[in-house]
């Protein structure tokens, strides 16, 4: 199915700001297809894509059935931490996460420095549309907002 240029046809008339709003957000998706393969977000294939900024910490994917032509999955290379002690192991910019005291950090060459990871996700667009939230210190996601899972955030 191709992409339907102007996605949001109302049919009942809305008051000037909603149809201002609404042909706002038709014209920022009618060019963000542009980035596309044949100007259609449904192939998933994003025009010129070679490879992401952190290709390097990812895996390849060539695959027809996710209609990717080529790309990297980028995956953060994180450490979980049961006792609280920092990995034995490390390069620069590894991280790690403290279990029990939900603190993630990462190294910076000389340290371990701590992530204040709630003030990102308190910014989050998912943590906003309810989808993130944190719990007793622990960050949480649903799909519902009634079935809620533990996550472990991550730098990356």
Known sequence: MSYNVNPFNPDNE??????TELNQANENFNVLAQAFKDNDPNTGIVKHAITSDIALYGETVVSNINKYEFSFIPFSRLNVSKDGKPPYSYNLYTSYYSLPDNKLYYFDGSNWVEV??????????????GKLRINN??????NDGVNWHKIIPTVG
């Open 116 to 129: 204040n990871w709630q003030d990102w996700v308190l910014n989050d667009p998912w943590y906003q549309l």
């Open 137 to 142: 210190g622990e960050l949480q996601i649903s």
């Open 14 to 19: 809305y008051s000037n700001q909603i149809s």
